[in-house]
């Protein structure tokens, strides 16, 4: 067999374009094993309650004693305690625009 230059590019360049089509193959192949995590409505939204509240007890511990905190707390516990519908939108307004 008679080794010229254009047998040699030839060679070369099969040899890339196998090596392109493995490498295309082996990036597919991952994709193909990934897992895909999605969170239902439900599920958001318990997310979102559950960092409100979080935000509202740190600022509520941050800024009152213990004194005041037990008053409050047995307010809530007898059903005394009363929060206006426009005051606890405010709350979960500031708190969404600030996480």
Request: include cysteine; hydrophobic fraction near 35%.
């Amino acid at each position: 067999m008679k080794i010229t230059n254009s047998t040699v590019n030839k060679a070369y360049k099969t040899t890339l374009r196998i090596k392109e089509e493995l490498s295309v193959k082996k990036q597919d192949s991952v994709f193909e094993n990934t897992d895909v995590v999605s969170m239902s409505q439900q599920a958001k939204n318990a997310n979102f309650a559950s960092k409100v509240s979080k935000n509202i007890c740190e600022d509520v511990e941050a800024n009152y004693s213990a004194a005041k905190l037990n008053a409050l707390k047995q307010k809530i516990q007898n059903g005394e305690y009363r929060v206006s519908d426009e005051a606890l939108a405010d709350a979960l307004i500031s708190h969404t625009w600030e996480a």
